[in-house]
């Protein structure tokens, strides 16, 4: 028998533990010619807005050691474009399809869940108050657990329909205080973390190597900090947590999963290989087998101290 992959995060059953992160995934229909949707456990679209949003100026992104750094700036179609245009292709798949919303004021957060709740097709929510690439919103409500309590808050009472993730950011000295906070104020799930403020400078030209002075860093580089917070996150509260950061193999999944994690979410390893999710959940299977697991859930937590 193939090892059992399905989990479930805050009552919803995934097929297995790999996600699509937010922001790297597109709307997820543009990636259905290279990837078999349905053998993911889900997908969590570009981030969404009241408005639709130009974004940052290009250059957008750069590589770094081991990682990438970006400044896309929230580019989206906006709110109503996505339920009218992307919502009804992804309705076609059975994968989970979650949508990740953000806003420059509590009031906006609310309206695109407000707006999202008359739409069918999608399995949950995703609070981004955490994006270091937004000149409004993201990250500002997202430093300290009283204004992260507020607009969870918010979120949770026009959220009615279904569960809400709530994308914390690695900026606090007490994750497990933030993740206690936006648990208590209604977070059904936690994504930890969003990426790691940071710059680049090309020596020649003096200047920033993005279109901003500063991005976000992802990939490889941040995965052992970010694991540290995810321990530190699943040891202060009973919150499913969704791990992201730098998962690239199956042993990546496993060590999320082993420090507390529920499920992953893969972001940078799309830009490598556009069918990064797919191939993720082909390894796992084989990597279990290889290790005589039969279930995945048996890994939760299980770190030898």
């Known amino acids: 028998m193939p090892p059992a992959l399905s989990v479930e995060v805050a009552g919803l059953r995934l097929s297995n533990p790999v996600i699509a992160s937010s922001g790297t995934f597109g709307y997820g229909v543009e990636f259905a010619p290279l990837v078999d949707l349905n053998r993911l456990g889900g997908l969590v679209v570009k981030g969404l807005s009241l408005e639709p ?13 081991s990682g990438m750094l970006n400044a896309v700036g929230l580019q989206n179609i906006g709110v109503r474009a996505f339920v009218a245009e992307k919502l009804p292709l992804l309705r076609s798949y059975r994968t989970a399809v979650v949508a990740n919303i953000f806003g420059s004021t509590v009031e906006e957060y609310a309206q695109v869940i407000q707006i999202l709740e008359d739409a069918e097709g999608l399995a949950a929510y995703e609070l981004n108050i955490s994006s270091p690439n937004a000149k409004q919103g993201g990250l ?9 309590a507020e607009v969870v808050s918010a979120a949770r009472r026009a959220a009615v329909k279904r569960p809400l993730w709530v ?9 497990g205080g933030m993740a206690r906070a936006v648990s208590q104020a209604g977070a059904d799930a936690l ?7 940071a710059m680049s400078l090309d020596p020649v030209s003096r200047k920033s190597r993005l279109g901003r002075l500063s991005g976000g860093l992802s990939g490889q580089a941040i995965k052992p900090i970010t694991l540290k917070l995810v321990n530190e996150a699943a040891n202060a509260v009973k919150t499913p947590i969704l791990g992201l950061g730098g998962i690239a193999t199956a042993d990546d999944i496993l060590e999320y999963l082993l420090v507390g994690a529920t499920a992953v979410q893969v972001g940078t390893a799309h830009f490598v290989d556009p069918r990064a999710s797919e191939r993720l959940v082909t390894s796992l299977e084989g990597r279990l087998s290889e290790l005589n697991i039969s279930d995945i859930n048996d890994l939760r937590s299980a770190m030898s101290t």
């Open 53 to 65: 949003m130009d974004g940052a100026p290009a250059p957008r992104v750069c590589e770094t050691a």
């Open 140 to 148: 500002h409500f997202g430093r300290e657990p009283t204004t992260a």
């Open 167 to 175: 994308k914390l950011s690695p900026l606090t000295a007490d994750i």
């Open 191 to 197: 994504t930890i973390a969003n990426t790691y403020p």
